[in-house]
């Protein structure tokens, strides 16, 4: 209303009412003194702040501050300091790595513990989105951690899968619908251990696949092509049968069929993220997982009692399966047990087949091994 | 004479009901995805289909909740006050109509085009240049129509124009300028486009809307909703007009320059992610006159605060904002940022602002407006648990995303004694685990708290009207 007349008597309003009340309105208040201080030095700080930082471009260029501060100069002199530590603490162990055969590295303990201490993220970052964090595997990628391989376990072999990649080849077999049919039955029962049809067995005799797979089923490392007769399975899936069908009508890493199964390890040899020692280490590692061929008796103990494996007392289906279970157990502790490991020894004690028993023990000691390696993960601050 | 009768009020009852349920809507999307983050399989439940994966879910959740809810709740209210602080009706109520329909349209084609994935890619831009196009009209119609309102009003009765009314505008006008500039783009079919700029310009131009739809949309024009509502739920004078002037005029010429703090460490040169950021950490005590003032407003009236929960709302809302505004600065500068950037602690401080600030301002706002339209007491019981189930279900979020954001920052620069990265990515990720959870928990709070204003609403304005037909 009219500016002159103060509703609130005694209030130090502006003198201006808003609102059908008109009871909307403004204190001549002063702000508080230290807001008004703060202000001014908000003030004072952004040309602070501005003459200290490159802040203001300037013809084409701009100031550059009186830090003389850039942000590539901040990341080179950070990766310059680790490099400087790197090299101070481990210069000789990288520059022994670089000079030592694989063998040599995995047979010297001080070698080979760093080399699996400084490769846990390498592995993590470069390698687990496929094979698994802990090597375990995933549908598609093989398992790295036990010793069913497709290309050798051997460190060379290890290393020639890492620096080339590789592309396992198995073209599509020619055959009716019912010849695969009964092919892929006899396959899986002799995966699981039964003896498996006569007519698949003549199949499997006549249709090619011993070229590759060999006479035995126990398959060809030099190929990649896999062992048919241990029932582990690298294109491992819910329907087994329909994997198995589908590897054989359509073949693997045949580009011209898209239901072909695809299989391709990229080669890391080329890639220039990864250097000539850090694949060493690689090999090592992948190695150590579990599945690698003995180079010699190396393997040591832990010393720590979570990570022990329980031996068996004799080689009776009794103590067999007792020390399958107690390692399983701990397998469960460590939040690392194998797909397959509790289900073999249900089976195994339903059926007290000692082979089955020993095959469980042997998962649940790897898984063992994998978390003594993996214990570590997890954030600790 | 009634304000019913006195002003146009149909458009700002419908814009303040849609408002809540927008609400509900974009918390419960925001919910979901968040459930997506801790349980991954949420992402397609094994159906095989794009449409509710986080990806295209996200951007629907943050154009409900800003543009849906934010500027349905800021169109009501600037409608509201334009009004009443000038006393006069619209100058086009038609327009008014025009714009809640335009603006609601928006919103549904929103709902349809970004889980089909037909996005710009710009973020809190993501709609494509038709929408884009409809966005400007509504717009353009809801400032032309709230300037012409000042305008036309009664000189002799209503002499000067009251700040909240300023900080509308100057958010009004803002926003324009930003908005029609970020969406410049070719297009080349109804549903794709190219933005006219390219590379790190793009990026700039890109967070220099970013920002001030968080300055101006979030800010500067919830801030008028505060300068009115404070002061009538309250019944108390403004503490300070000069305050009121300086930190207004701060925010206008200040908040513009902060974009480049989203951009540290990336291709943008080194001076201007350092302009953002020296301008940055001097907006604290510019953003803090806002949060000061509505609280000095309060004093000799904190008795208000034990029974009046549509206060409590209004009050709570600025220490969050002052909050928000204290981290989001310190957050600008350099070595804060190298830890804080790409992790959850901007989640975390996104919505220390968003639910403790911008909702909690405008739940006042939409109530008292409520109580005022239909003239009706809203249930005191109900307010009492949306006030809490949203403030315990804020803090939770906040804290959780701290906690997580922090660890995330430190987990990806930490080094063993090798001198290697002691964690991998997963890990990290891994680690956050129990943190996501916690989060959606926070985030169930807050959308019970919201339908529970929603049942508040609908149930006392039905009653209301079950009065007015006994009467008649
Ligand atoms: C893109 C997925 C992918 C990544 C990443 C990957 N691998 Fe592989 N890897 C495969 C596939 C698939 C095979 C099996 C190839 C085949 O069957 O022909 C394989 C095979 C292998 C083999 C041979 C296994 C055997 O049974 O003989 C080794 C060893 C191996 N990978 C190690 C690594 C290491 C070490 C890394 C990280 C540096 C790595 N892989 C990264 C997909 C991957
Ligand atoms: C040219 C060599 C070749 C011939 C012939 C061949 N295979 Fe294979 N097969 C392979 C290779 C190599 C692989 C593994 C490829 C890989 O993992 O990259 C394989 C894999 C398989 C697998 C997948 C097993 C698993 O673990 O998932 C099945 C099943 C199979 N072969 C069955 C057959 C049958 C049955 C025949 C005969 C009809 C046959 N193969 C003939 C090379 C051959
Ligand atoms: C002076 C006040 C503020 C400053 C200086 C500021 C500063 C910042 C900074 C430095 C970031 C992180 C950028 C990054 O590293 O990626 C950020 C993110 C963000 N802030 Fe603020 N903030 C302020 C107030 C607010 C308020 C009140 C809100 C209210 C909702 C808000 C909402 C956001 C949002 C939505 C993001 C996320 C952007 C993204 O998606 O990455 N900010 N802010
Ligand atoms: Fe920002």
């Known amino acids: 209303m009219s500016e002159h007349k103060n509703p609130y008597p005694g209030e130090n309003n502006t003198g201006h009412f808003w609102d059908d009340d008109q009871d909307v309105r403004e204190l001549n208040n002063r702000p508080p003194r230290w807001y008004m201080v703060a202000m001014y030095i908000s003030a004072i700080s952004v040309v602070v702040y501005a003459l200290y930082f490159p802040a203001i471009p300037w013809f084409g260029d701009n100031t550059k501050g009186m830090a003389n501060w850039s942000s590539i100069d901040e990341l080179n002199e950070s990766v310059a300091e680790l490099e400087k530590y790197r090299q101070e603490k481990f210069a000789d162990k990288e520059k022994a790595i670089s000079e030592s055969s694989l063998e040599e590295i995995v047979l010297n303990d001080d070698l080979r513990e760093y080399a699996v201490k400084t490769t846990k993220v390498l592995f993590g970052e470069n390698c687990a989105a496929c094979h698994g964090a802990g090597g375990q595997g995933n549908d598609g990628f093989p398992v790295l951690a036990d010793d069913d391989w497709l290309f ?60 590759c797979h060999s006479p035995t089923m126990a398959g060809n490392q030099a190929l990649g092509a896999v062992n048919l007769s241990d029932g582990i399975y690298r294109f491992k899936a819910d329907d087994q049968k329909a994997s198995v069908l589908r590897t054989i009508t359509h073949g693997i890493n045949q580009a011209h069929d898209p239901q072909s199964q695809s299989a391709v390890m990229p080669a890391f040899g080329a890639s ?9 280490k690689l090999a090592v590692y992948v190695h150590q997982l579990g599945g690698g061929v003995k180079v010699k008796a190396v393997t040591k103990a832990s010393a720590d009692p979570r990570y022990t494996p329980v031996v068996a007392k004799s080689d009776s289906f009794a103590d067999v399966i007792a020390a399958a279970e107690a390692n399983y157990k701990k397998n469960l502790d460590q939040g690392m047990a194998w797909r397959d490991t509790g289900k073999m020894i249900k089976k195994a004690k339903k059926d007290k087949d000692v082979v089955l028993a020993e095959k469980a023990n042997t998962q649940a000691v790897n898984a063992l091994r994998q978390a003594s390696v993996a214990g570590t993960a997890g954030p600790t601050f | ?13 419908w814009f303040s009901i849609m408002a809540t349920v927008y609400l509900v809507v974009g918390t419960l999307v925001g919910v979901y995805i968040a459930s997506e983050l801790a349980w991954p399989f949420l992402n397609d439940l094994g159906l095989d289909v794009p449409y509710f994966q986080f990806g295209r879910l996200r951007p629907l959740h943050t154009n409900a909740v800003i543009f849906a809810f934010g500027g349905s709740a800021l169109m ?22 025009f714009t809640f329909i335009m603006w609601n349209l928006v919103i549904v084609s929103a709902v349809v085009t970004l889980p089909l ?98 300055g101006f949309f979030l800010t500067a024009g919830f801030l008028g909703i505060m300068y009115y509502f404070i002061p009538k739920q309250a019944q108390r004078p403004i503490y300070s007009y000069r305050l009121s002037v300086i930190h207004f005029w701060a925010l206008m010429f200040g908040y513009v320059w902060l974009g480049a703090h989203h951009l540290q460490y990336t291709a943008l040169p080194d001076w201007a992610g350092s302009l953002g950021a020296t301008i940055s950490l001097a907006m604290i005590i510019p953003s803090w006159g806002g949060a000061l003032n509505g609280i000095l407003t309060l004093s000799g009236a904190w008795d208000r605060l034990r029974e009046d929960y549509i206060l409590r709302f209004l009050i709570m809302s600025l220490a969050f904002y002052a909050m928000s505004t204290f981290e989001g600065p310190v957050m600008s500068a350099k070595t804060v940022n190298a830890l804080s950037h790409y992790t959850d602690w901007t989640i975390g401080h996104v919505h220390s602002g968003a639910l403790g600030w911008n909702i909690m301002v405008a739940a006042g706002a939409l109530y008292h407006m ?29 804290v959780s995303m701290w906690v997580s954001g922090i660890m995330q920052g430190l987990m990806w620069r930490a080094y063993d004694e090798y001198g290697t990265l002691a964690y991998t990515f997963a890990e990290s990720v891994s680690a956050m685990h129990p943190y996501y959870v916690m989060r959606v928990m926070g985030g169930v709070l807050v959308v019970l708290g919201a339908v529970t204003m929603l049942i508040n609403i609908v149930a006392t304005i039905r009653k209301s009207g079950n009065v007015q037909t006994a009467n008649a």
């Open chain 1, 152 to 211: 050798g376990g051997t460190l060379s072999a290890i290393s020639a899968s890492i620096i080339n990649g590789r592309q396992g080849n198995m073209p599509k077999m020619p055959m009716t619908a019912d010849e695969a049919n009964t092919l892929a039955d006899y396959i899986l029962a002799v995966g699981s251990g039964a003896a498996g049809s006569d007519a698949g067995k003549a199949l499997y005799m006549t249709k090619g696949c011993i070229g």
């Open chain 1, 272 to 280: 220039n993220v990864i250097d000539t020692v850090q694949i060493k």
């Open chain 2, 1 to 13: 004479m009634n304000l019913v009768e006195k002003y146009d009020l149909g458009v700002v009852k």
């Open chain 2, 76 to 97: 009501a209210t600037a409608f509201y006050i334009v009004q009443r602080t000038n006393q006069t009706r619209l100058w086009s109520n038609k327009m008014a109509w």
């Open chain 2, 117 to 214: 994935g037909m996005t710009q890619a710009k973020e809190y831009a993501e709609l494509e240049w038709p929408i884009d196009i409809a966005i400007t009209l509504a717009w353009a119609t809801y400032l032309y129509n709230f300037i012409m309102t000042i305008h036309i009003r009664d000189r002799n009765k209503v002499p000067h124009v009251y700040v909240a009314n300023w900080f509308f505008m100057g958010m009004m006008v803002m926003v324009t300028y930003l908005h029609v500039v970020n969406s410049l783009a070719i297009p080349v079919s109804l549903t794709d486009s190219y933005s006219i700029f390219s590379g790190v310009q793009d990026a700039m131009i890109q967070w220099w809307w970013g920002h001030n739809a968080v």
């Open chain 2, 370 to 398: 409520i109580e005022k339209i239909y003239n009706v007491k809203l249930s005191s019981k109900l307010l009492a648990i949306h006030f809490w189930t949203h403030t315990i279900g804020t803090v939770v979020y906040i």
